[in-house]
């Protein structure tokens, strides 16, 4: 069985002995009941991790964990970004778990003018802070080093500019005249990707974002719903970029 994830502060890796504590601590000790010897993975999320086993255990909350081996991720060439316009009820958060597992780099929550949810005032605090959770929790799950960032909820307009400034900027439609699998793809840089609202990308939105450089590209002959759609998408620029090799 692989060796379980858990979250340390930055700074806090480096050889010899770590301790784990606060939430992390509890959740190794309480809830995952991890014994004396056993194996585990310490990272911050940011791209390095700390490989070794549980040296002692304190409590219920707190425990050593003697360091075997430090390992330092490099940054993902090319980086793939996801704009996710908001899915209704809770496939916001099934979105960004499965494109954390996946292996997405950045992921845009996106208030595109068909979409029916809206995040405004406390509650569009608390649903970014949900998918923010969940990005972090489905990073641990999938035994990742380098977890996603999730950005604030962004306008058509910062999307464009976004856009604008990608190695490789596309829009997953229907109508999209190529595939997104035979599209020439950058070595480095940021590969942008907008995945619409399940009403679909609005025509002035297409507009603003093919002024900005992007390319409407479709995914096959079936229609995904905006919370897979992004998945999909990733797997395909994963494999043809050789991240996955």
Excluded: N
């Amino acid at each position: 069985m692989t060796a379980p994830v858990f979250v340390v502060a930055p700074g806090a890796l480096r050889g010899g002995r770590v301790m784990l504590d606060g939430p992390e601590g509890r959740h190794a000790v309480s809830v995952r009941r991890l014994q004396v010897g056993e194996e585990i993975v310490l990272t911050d999320g940011a791209g390095s991790g700390a490989y070794g086993t549980v040296a002692a255990i304190e409590g219920k909350d707190r425990l050593d964990v003697a360091v075997t081996e430090l390992r330092t991720e490099p940054e993902p060439a090319p980086r793939i970004t996801v704009v996710q316009a908001l899915p209704k009820g809770d496939r916001g958060e099934l979105a960004v778990e499965t494109m954390t597992e996946t292996g997405v780099d950045v992921i845009v929550p996106w208030a595109a003018s068909r979409c029916i949810t809206q995040w405004k005032g406390e509650r569009g605090a608390k649903s970014l802070a949900k998918w923010r959770a969940t990005a972090r929790e489905a990073g641990k799950q999938a035994r990742r080093l380098r977890f996603p960032d999730v950005t604030d909820l962004m306008t058509t307009r910062q999307v464009a500019e976004l856009l604008s400034g990608a190695a490789l900027s596309a829009v997953l439609h229907e109508a999209g005249g190529e595939p997104l699998a035979s599209a020439p793809l950058p070595a480095d840089g940021d590969i942008v990707l907008v995945v619409g609202p399940e009403g679909g990308v609005a025509p002035d939105e297409l507009d603003a974002f093919a002024a900005a450089g992007a390319r409407p590209y479709r995914l096959g002959p079936s229609v995904l719903r905006t919370s897979t759609a992004g998945v999909a998408a990733t797997a395909v620029l994963l494999a043809r970029t050789g991240r996955w090799g």
